[in-house]
């Protein structure tokens, strides 16, 4: 009766989720100013250190920029919200710009996202690449590179589809392609540890459930496999692609 009840929640927040809310709804994570409440960690550096100010904020808009950089040397970074989160609706506006960083891999291309139900920063290791989370993928399309976005990817985790133990990296949505330098509006609707919905632009292009532990796990990482992931830390990621995010906002679901 339960997992009905969070299905019909879950479609009402979905076909309302393009509709009018009262501002003090939403609690704007990202204030347009500067990156007060953002813990920044990016691998080889250590926890709250900027390396070659990857992370900032330039006339209202929160950027990753390689600006500083001569090449990347796999960097891979992330700027957690400081707190952590189970039930809610996250709104992200984002957009791809410029030119990837010379050194930075192929599949970084146009590419980025939002980590969620993250291990707490400070647990993270110094080289570690990416945290124990789930990840919300966005992709970005050229003519000649037609990729959809709000993937699910599972660093160091598993997740279900149907009734399948999902083990694989990465799996599809069914959104359309989004190119240039267009902004997309993504909507994250979680329920702790139970339904997740990915939505571009009103629509709702990726459902699955049960978020867990799972594959290799970091070094000193010490949950055991097929531990329920409920609640974390959310996250921005850095992937040596430059990219920009205009608005960050979440609104609490009670159950």
Known sequence: MMKKTLIFA????????CSPKPKEQWIQLFNGENLDGWIIKIKGSPLGENYKNTFRVEEGIMKVSYSEYDTFRMEFGHIYYKEPFSS???????RFTGEQVPGGPSW?????GIMFHCQDPATIGLNQDWPVSVEVQFLGSTADRETPTMNVCTPHTHIVMGDSLITQHC??????FFYDDAWVMAELV?????IMHHIVNCDTVLTYSKPQIGGDLPEGFTLPQGTPLKDGYIALQSESHPVEFRKVEIMKIRQ
């Open 10 to 17: 879950a479609i009402t927040i979905m076909m309302a989720s």
């Open 88 to 94: 809610y609706r996250l709104r992200v506006e984002y």
């Open 108 to 112: 970084g291309y146009r590419n980025s």
């Open 171 to 176: 799996t599809s949505s069914t959104s359309g």
């Open 190 to 194: 979680v329920y702790a540890d139970s």
